[in-house]
């Protein structure tokens, strides 16, 4: 795997998929309904502020599952892995 290194206040997420409902041999699929972006945190980076002149440490922490928006995210390949890109002031909530 490519170790990708976030920059910029960047963060670096792995998709989450959510499986289909089933009521025993019945397969609900969820084809009307839209589905939240959820990911993991896999790689963050230090955020410049520009007030103080200094690099401040992220909110979040590798592992945390969080809430992206559907647009403003980029989702890039790399070695048959998907992942997203965003910023760190795009997350809209950790999901627990």
Request: aromatic fraction near 10%; charged fraction near 25%; charge should be negative.
């Amino acid at each position: 795997m490519s170790k990708l290194i976030p920059q910029n206040g960047n963060v670096v997420l792995k998709p989450i998929e959510f499986e289909e409902q089933s009521y025993g041999n019945i397969v609900l699929p969820d084809l009307g309904k839209e589905k939240p972006e959820i990911g993991e945190v896999i790689a963050i980076s230090k955020t410049y502020n520009w007030n103080t002149g200094e690099y401040v440490s992220s909110h979040f922490a590798p592992g945390q599952k969080v809430l992206i928006p559907k647009m403003g995210s980029v989702k890039i390949t790399v070695d048959g892995e998907d992942y997203f890109i965003t910023k760190e002031t795009e997350i809209l909530a950790v999901y627990e």
